[in-house]
């Protein structure tokens, strides 16, 4: 008797955690990035490197405005203190472009990103 409640006890608490325990919600490009821009026309900078992180698909930067995110298939859609970028994340790596500008100048670019 005492063995059929004990287990009727722990079926009843997994089942109640499993419905209950929220969702880690993960996308396959989390993590830390470090991402390369260059600039190919205007007077922007030439070249800067940037530490991003993905969280739940949600781009962030430390101190930075910036906002935007990555799909479950990796598409780049992001937008960095005025300036905006898309492109394509693969496993490790991926590229794109970028632009904005400098004084009101438009610029320009593509990007590379790692994760770190």
Known sequence: MRHNRITTVFLASTLAAAFTAPALAQSPYDGVWSVTVVT?????????????MVS????????????????????V??????A???????????????????AGIPCSGRWEAARQ
Do not use: F, H, M
């Open 40 to 52: 190919k026309s205007g007077s922007c900078e030439p070249q800067t490197r940037s530490t991003l």
């Open 84 to 102: 905006y970028a898309n492109g394509q994340l693969s496993g490790n790596g991926g590229s794109g472009k970028w632009n904005g500008a400098s």
């Open 77 to 82: 859609r992001v937008s960095i203190g005025g």
């Open 56 to 75: 739940d698909g949600k781009v962030s930067a430390s101190g930075a405005d910036v906002t935007g995110s990555i799909g479950r298939e990796g598409l």
